[in-house]
């Protein structure tokens, strides 16, 4: 085994990982989002802010020597002296700097001048006009105007709009996402103190649904974080080299006090794998729990067989 000194291994400790792929092996990086960067090899290992993490088998570090220990599976003395032999003897490889695209331009549809259809659609699915008027007065729900469809909005950090899903309000059913939404801001309800706690959902009406269970047990319902997928959350045959719904992690990096995340995903075969995948290749700092809802497929359902059941003992 080769001898390395231990000035070498200082020397090798400072490269962190995306100064090592840019200068020495750029067709190894790939641009994921924003400062956010990931490999060819490996699309769950994912670097930014001086660190690296590979979400699907738990590890992570700082330095590149960490990476080629405990990804490319090298000793110790050999990353030490590729790290070493490569600053010491080789000119970084010409290449340009991966440029972060400009963000997509989200294309909203027009709002009508009012939202008394959305209003009387979500209503008539039980959701509380409370949580309706909430999300309409924080522009995050409003009406169409030519089609009159639910417009569910999610923003980023600085309040810009970046993601629309549709849901139509008439007997037909429509589903879609407005042209240009970026998946990683979907619909979300933020916690109204300092929760540390996430609750996940897969569509923004199962999320408004849940709020209205927390309203009609006089729980409060602005107390922890709400997030909703971009759509239903498909992950890999193998689950180890599935990646977490783009929209759960973007939440993560922006509240990162959230250390407790529950899953209400649907009650059905897909969204049980969704959960088992979800649980399985988050990092272990985070406690993750699976409750689907007690009965129906999802949130919507069970919530309108609670006020059902209300409904029945209010007449008996």
Known sequence: MPYVKPEQIERAKQMDLLSYLQSYEPQELVHFSGNVYTTRSHDSLKISNGKWCWW?????????????????????????????????????????????????????????????????????????????????????????????????????RQGVPRYASLRGTSRRRFMGEANGSDKHYSFSIPARGRSGKLHLFESAIDLM??????????R???????????GIYKPRQD?????????????????????EISLHLDNDLVGQLAS???QTILPSHYAVSDEPPERGKDYNDYLKMVINRQRELERC
């Open 56 to 156: 699907s088998r738990g590890i992570g570090g700082r330095s590149a020597l960490d990476y080629l220990v405990k990804v490319r599976g090298l000793t110790l003395p050999e990353a030490v002296m590729q790290i070493d032999g490569q600053v010491l003897t080789l000119p970084p490889v010409s290449s340009k700097q991966p440029v972060s695209p400009e963000p997509r331009k989200l294309l909203l549809p027009e709002k009508n001048e009012n939202n008394d259809r959305v209003i009387a659609y979500l209503a008539g699915r039980g959701i509380d006009r409370e949580v309706i008027s909430y999300c309409i007065e924080t522009k995050s729900l409003y009406e169409s105007c030519n089609y009159h469809n639910a417009v569910f909005v999610g923003f980023d």
């Open 209 to 218: 649904s849940y709020c209205t269970l927390d309203l009609l047990a006089n």
């Open 220 to 230: 409060d319902w602005r107390q922890d974080f709400c997030l909703s997928l971009a």
């Open 239 to 259: 689950i180890g080299e599935s990646t977490p719904p783009a929209a759960l992690m973007q939440y993560l990096k922006d509240f990162s006090r959230i250390c």
């Open 276 to 278: 088992k995948t979800i």
